[in-house]
């Protein structure tokens, strides 16, 4: 009660008015594509800046008279403003058209904030073209800091890593909110087509305290395509050398009299692949998939302008996953022995607003909140499961620019989660004890605080926050984050903070349902704790033809509280405990992005992990993570933009399996995996309207054979499907169609 009465008064001396010392904004080209470089500057007196990798620039003000400033950029038309009544300008510039060819700038398709004191890497729209990128799990094929991972090979569900962490300790948010969460975690990022995707924002280890308590390895934020930025039409075709079948439509207009309302309306379709088996074992090499999908986005006004700015969204989603022995077939097989199978059943609407107010250039409100439901039937064999979820959150801030170099927010936080799990067996020949229902009521209150302090070369993010949990003692959540301007090119950066979630056992642990171990319980499980800190080096190159970057990472997680499945103790067991020793994830990342003669890209990384438990005084491994990990990608376009070729190679060094020396001689899996290397390729031609890109993952041909366990007796004890560390289906090759109607462009 007493920070909310702070902040109406707050509110109250913010609405005073107050002279602004500086004009702050970013400069666009017509496709809302930032232009680095860009220059901006005053009139009056010739002086000015350059623009950062993300199109923005801060201008003083101080003394001068004639407040008009202009920005150009090479290939652009020059645009001029006059500075006064509002706070964040967007400025976008027109091409030159020369001889009825369009002059335009080629925006890197991954580059790293140079402002942010936050490492923030963005993965752009023209990344996400050099990759198939079917779905959110298939967007990170040319970038390594992210590690798809596939947690259940029958229903190819899959997570995404940081820092060797399962995916759980990341917070994936969608335009800012937790939409996947809880049961839509284990098929969530997979229902996000890649079209649909605008920016991926991925920052590691601690982050800010504002958009929650969670962020333990770090945060991906995927920025779906704003209606007012966005091509009128669009369409996209693909289809893969298994037949699976995808397309993409969107459609974006403005709305009402004035213009003011901008709307975009997609759908999403996918339909199944054949029965394909490419190893004999009688299991599908990839799950029969059909979805649909429609959403549909409003926007109003601008966060940077004073009055009001809304944004709101809705999404429907069904989807159907079969997989299993090929001979398995739902109508007649579910739930018996005859055959094998797992199936998936989701329907998932969902809803969320953003809303703020700006009173003058120094104080703003906001408010953003989410829905959604989620309802699950899912059979693994002869084990029904359902899920039912329902979550709502709700975020208000105030914003308050309090004086030069310092920005404060500050706000309260509601999450609600409802999740209802039930788990059947038709038959329990193996004596198995976890059936029955289960449920996780989740009412946790927030409040937060954050203020940016910002210096001639330093920049300080200082944040706190406290959550409340009606099961257990409030949790305070400090952060801080350091950023050190070294010289002209080079950024120190460093964090550090905690964190801490909420287990959901069964819809993030898909493995103790899909094998036939039995799970224990030996005690009730405690929220995971964990404490991260890190720091990163960034000299960025300017050498004429050369541009890119150099980067070097170096983190370390400590949990005080962690949950994995013991699936080490019994063959026949899974235990649940909490784990209170020490568990760490020490993780070092060295990457080079090389840009040479504007038609060429390089990109070279390397990723070390050490990721284990201390056990009885001695040092366990976690199992599924390679300790190195090399990336090697390459892209070339010619200055006509005519077509563009692109290609990556993956290297992953050997892995832990989980321990199978009790089991029976026939049924024992390999200690650990053998080093793999995976090349993906794929070639673009490019015309005024349309795209067709063509490409073939895993050119070689490597596979994992036969990764279940038992595969022949399925419904015996010691079938397992937790012991996938390769891709099992072997090359791909793909085709696709990409159309366009363009905005028209104002001379």
Wanted: proline share 5%; charged share 20%.
């Amino acid at each position: 009660m007493r920070l909310l009465l702070l902040l109406l008064l707050l509110i109250a001396i913010g609405m005073q008015p107050l002279a602004a010392q500086t004009v702050n904004g970013r400069v666009l080209n017509q496709s809302g594509e930032p232009l680095p470089g860009a220059t901006v500057v005053w009139l009056q007196t010739g002086q000015g800046v350059q623009t950062d990798a993300e199109g923005q620039f801060s201008l003083s003000v101080e003394g001068l008279a004639d407040k008009r400033f202009t920005a150009g950029f090479v290939g652009f038309k020059p645009d001029t403003a006059t500075a006064g009544g509002v706070f964040f300008y967007e400025i976008v510039l027109a091409p030159l058209y020369l001889d009825a060819v369009e002059v335009s700038a080629r925006k890197p398709g991954i580059y790293i904030s140079i402002l942010q004191p936050i490492k923030t890497e963005v993965i752009t729209q023209a990344e996400l073209k050099k990759a198939a990128c079917c779905d959110l799990a298939g967007c990170f094929e040319t970038q390594g800091t992210v590690q798809p991972q596939t947690t259940n090979v029958l229903t190819n569900s899959r997570e995404l890593r940081i820092l060797g962490l399962s995916g759980v300790y990341n917070q994936l948010l969608v335009e800012g909110m937790p939409l996947i969460q809880g049961a839509t975690y284990t098929y969530g990022i997979s229902s996000i087509p890649g079209v649909m995707v605008d920016n991926i924002f991925v920052a590691k280890g601690a982050n800010s305290v504002l958009q929650g308590f969670e962020s333990i390895s770090g945060q991906i934020n995927v920025e779906l395509k704003a209606p007012e930025k966005t091509d009128p039409l669009q369409i996209n075709a693909y289809i893969n050398s298994f037949g699976e079948r995808h397309f993409n439509a969107a459609a974006a207009v403005p709305l009402g009299k004035h213009r003011k309302w901008h709307s975009l309306s997609a759908l999403h379709i996918v339909q199944p692949a054949g029965k394909i088996d490419g190893d004999g074992d009688a299991f599908l090499d990839l799950p029969r998939l059909t979805r649909y999908a429609v959403f549909q986005k409003f926007t109003r006004g601008n966060a940077g302008e004073k009055g009001w700015n809304t944004q709101t969204g809705f999404r429907y989603v069904t989807e159907d996953r079969i997989g299993g022995q090929t001979f398995f077939d739902p109508k007649t097989d579910l739930g018996t022995t005859s055959a094998y199978g797992q199936t998936v059943r989701i329907r998932q609407p969902e809803a969320y607003a953003k809303m703020g107010y700006r009173f003058n250039e120094r104080n703003r409100i906001a408010l953003s909140a989410s829905a959604f439901q989620h309802d699950q039937e899912s059979w693994f064999g002869i084990t029904r499961y359902t899920a039912a979820q329902t979550n709502l959150y709700a975020n208000l801030q105030y914003e308050y620019n309090w004086g030069k170099g310092h920005d404060l927010k500050a706000g309260l936080s509601y999450r609600y989660q409802d999740l209802n799990e039930s788990i059947l067996f038709t038959d329990n020949a193996l004596q198995r004890t976890f059936d029955g229902d289960y449920r996780r009521l989740d009412r946790i209150p927030g409040i937060f605080v954050e203020n940016i302090f910002a210096f001639d070369r330093i920049t300080i993010i200082a944040g706190l926050r406290a959550d409340k949990h009606p099961d257990f003692e409030p949790v305070a959540v400090p952060r801080i984050l350091f950023r050190y301007d070294m010289g002209e090119r080079s950024i120190l950066r460093a964090s550090a903070g905690r964190g801490w979630r909420m287990v959901n056992l069964f819809a993030e642990n898909i493995g103790l349902l899909a094998g036939s171990r039995d799970v224990v319980f030996e005690e009730n499980l405690l929220p995971e704790r964990a404490w991260n800190a890190g720091f990163n080096l960034i000299h960025n190159l300017n050498e004429g033809i050369l541009q890119g970057y150099l980067s070097a990472d170096l983190y370390h997680t400590r949990f005080q509280n962690q949950f994995f499945p013991d699936y080490d103790t019994r063959p026949d067991l899974a235990i649940i405990r909490n784990f209170t020793g020490v568990s760490i994830s020490n993780s070092a990342q060295a990457e080079a992005v090389l840009r040479f003669w504007e038609t060429t890209e390089i990109k070279l990384s390397y990723n070390f992990l050490d990721v284990y438990r201390m056990e009885d005084g001695d040092k366990n491994v976690l199992p599924f993570n390679a300790a190195h990990k090399v990336l090697v990608a390459g892209s070339y376009e010619p200055k006509s933009r005519a077509w563009h070729l692109d290609a990556n190679m993956h290297w992953y060094g050997a892995q832990r399996l989980p321990f199978t020396g009790n089991n029976p001689a026939d049924f024992r899996a390999p200690e650990q995996s053998p080093a793999f290397a995976l090349l993906n390729m794929q070639f673009t031609k490019v015309w005024p309207a349309f795209e067709v890109y063509a490409g073939v993952e895993n050119i070689f041909n490597f596979r994992q054979l036969r990764p279940l366990l038992n595969w022949q007796n399925p419904f015996d004890q010691y079938f397992d499907t937790a012991f996938v560390w390769g891709p099992v289906r072997g090359r791909e090759g793909y085709l696709g169609l990409r159309w366009r109607w363009k905005r028209e462009r104002s001379d």
